[in-house]
C-alpha cells in the first residue's frame, strides 16, 4: 500500500525516537479516505466492511510498523457508531473519519486491567453535566486523542450495572491532563500514555448513549471485533517476518554455504510455514464470519488467543535464525519481537481469553 510506503515506513524510526506518529498522518489518512473505512457513508466512513480495514492491518503488521494505532481509532469510531445517539454519531464519526480526532478508549487503570469491574474512576452527576476524577495508565493514542471515551463509575454501588462511558473531548478540557508517554518494551512509536481527569466537566449529553449503566454491556458488545483486530495483524506480522527472514537465510552464510542449506534451518521454516499457512485459514475465516455478522465472542477469543500466542513463537523461532543481527533494532525482526509481546496482554490477557474460551465447552 502506497500510503504505508511513503507516509509511516519512511518515519518509523523518528517517530520511535520521539515516541508517536503526529498529528500529520492521521490528517493524511483521512484526506486520502483511509479511517474508519468500514463505517457508513452517512456518517463519514468510506462504507466498506472490516475486510478493508484488515488490509490496513495486515500492511503495517507485515512491515514491522506498530505507531499508527488506527485499530484503536476504528474501535472508538465503533463504540460511536453501535452505541452511540444520532447527535453522538453526527458529532465525532465524520471527524473521526476525516483524521480531526484522533480516538482513544480510556478503561485500564493503575489498580484495574482485565477486572474492568474494578475500576475506580467517578462520574457524579450535577444538574446538566458530570464532574469526572481518576487516573487511566497505558491508553494507546492517549497524546494524540482528540477523544476519549472513558469507562467510569456513574453509580460505585452497582457493580457492572453501575459502569458507563462518557465521551470527553481534550481540546482546552479544564482538569484533563496527559501524562508521561510510557516507555515500553516494544511498540515504541505508539503514544501510549496516562491520563488524568481532575474534576473534568462532561455534558450530559456526553453519555455514550444517552443512559447511564450501559457502559460494561457497550464494552462486551464490542469485544470480538477488537480481538479479531489482534488476531488478524499477529498472522501478517508471522507473514513479514517468515518473509524477511526467508531472505535472511539465503544471503547469509555460515560455514561458507548459505545458511538455508542447513537442514535446521529448512526444518524451522517449514514448521513455521504451515503455522502461518493454518493460521491464515483461521483468521481469514473468522473476516468472513464478521462480515455476516456471526463472529461469536468464544471464536474471536480463540483467533486472539491463537494468534498472540503463536505469534510470539514464530517471531521466536525466526530472530534465532537471524543470530546476533536478530537482536539489533536496525533489524525489523528485532522490532517485530519487541512489539509482538504485548499482544498477548492486551485486548484481553491469554488467561482471559482460555477463560472466556472455557465457558463456551
Known amino acids: 500500500?502506497?500510503?504505508?510506503?511513503?507516509?509511516?515506513?519512511?518515519?518509523?524510526?523518528?517517530?520511535?525516537?520521539?515516541?508517536?506518529v503526529g498529528h500529520a498522518v492521521w490528517r493524511k489518512a483521512g484526506e486520502l479516505g483511509l479511517l474508519c473505512t468500514d463505517i457508513p457513508q452517512e456518517w463519514g466512513g468510506a462504507g466498506g466492511d472490516f475486510r478493508h480495514e484488515a488490509v490496513m492491518y495486515e500492511e503495517c503488521a507485515r512491515r514491522g510498523l506498530s505507531g499508527w494505532a488506527n485499530s484503536v481509532h476504528s474501535i472508538v469510531a465503533h463504540y460511536?457508531?453501535?452505541?452511540?445517539?444520532?447527535?453522538?454519531?453526527?458529532?465525532?464519526?465524520?471527524?473521526?473519519?476525516?483524521?480531526?480526532?484522533?480516538?482513544?478508549i480510556a478503561m485500564t487503570e493503575p489498580g484495574a486491567g482485565s477486572d474492568l469491574q474494578g475500576v475506580r474512576s467517578q462520574a457524579v452527576k450535577?444538574?446538566?453535566?458530570?464532574?469526572?476524577?481518576?487516573?487511566?495508565?497505558?491508553?494507546?493514542?492517549?497524546l494524540l486523542a482528540g477523544v476519549v471515551l472513558v469507562v467510569?463509575?456513574?453509580?460505585?454501588t452497582q457493580g457492572a450495572r453501575g459502569t458507563s462511558i462518557l465521551i470527553v473531548e481534550t481540546k482546552d478540557c479544564a482538569g484533563f491532563k496527559v501524562g508521561r508517554v510510557l516507555d515500553k518494551m516494544g511498540m515504541k512509536a505508539q503514544d501510549t500514555s496516562e491520563l488524568f481527569f481532575d474534576e473534568v466537566r462532561v455534558p450530559e449529553a456526553n453519555l455514550l448513549g444517552g443512559k447511564e449503566g450501559q457502559g460494561f454491556?457497550?464494552?462486551?458488545?464490542?469485544?470480538?471485533y477488537e480481538r479479531l483486530i489482534i488476531g488478524v495483524s499477529a498472522v501478517a506480522?508471522?507473514?513479514?517476518?517468515?518473509?524477511?527472514?526467508?531472505?535472511y537465510v539465503n544471503e547469509r552464510k555460515v560455514f561458507g554455504k548459505p545458511l538455508i542449506d542447513i537442514q535446521n534451518t529448512r526444518f524451522k521454516l517449514a514448521e513455521v510455514a504451515t503455522q502461518i499457512k493454518v493460521g491464515r485459514a483461521f483468521m481469514d475465516r473468522c473476516v468472513e464470519d464478521l462480515v455476516a455478522g456471526t463472529l461469536d465472542t468464544a471464536t474471536a477469543s480463540m483467533a486472539?488467543?491463537?494468534?498472540?500466542?503463536?505469534?510470539?513463537?514464530?517471531?521466536?523461532?525466526?530472530?534465532?535464525?537471524?543470530?546476533?543481527?536478530?537482536?539489533?533494532?536496525?533489524?525489523?525482526?528485532?522490532r517485530m519481537y519487541a512489539d509482538a509481546r504485548v499482544q498477548r496482554i492486551y485486548g484481553g490477557t491469554s488467561e482471559i481469553m482460555k477463560e472466556v474460551i472455557s465457558r463456551q465447552l
Request: proline content about 3%.
Open 1 to 20: 500500500m502506497r500510503f504505508v510506503q511513503t507516509e509511516l515506513e519512511p518515519d518509523d524510526a523518528a517517530s520511535r525516537a520521539r515516541g508517536h
Open 80 to 104: 460511536f457508531l453501535n452505541h452511540g445517539t444520532e447527535d453522538q454519531k453526527r458529532r465525532y464519526l465524520p471527524r473521526l473519519a476525516s483524521g480531526e480526532l484522533v480516538g482513544a
Open 126 to 142: 450535577q444538574g446538566d453535566h458530570y464532574r469526572l476524577n481518576g487516573n487511566k495508565t497505558f491508553i494507546t493514542n492517549g
Open 152 to 156: 467510569c463509575k456513574t453509580d460505585p
Open 217 to 224: 454491556f457497550q464494552l462486551m458488545g464490542d469485544l470480538p
Open 237 to 247: 506480522s508471522m507473514e513479514g517476518a517468515y518473509a524477511a527472514t526467508l531472505a
Open 304 to 334: 486472539k488467543l491463537w494468534g498472540s500466542e503463536t505469534q510470539c513463537r514464530v517471531l521466536d523461532e525466526c530472530l534465532q535464525l537471524f543470530g546476533g543481527y536478530g537482536y539489533m533494532n536496525e533489524y525489523v525482526i528485532a
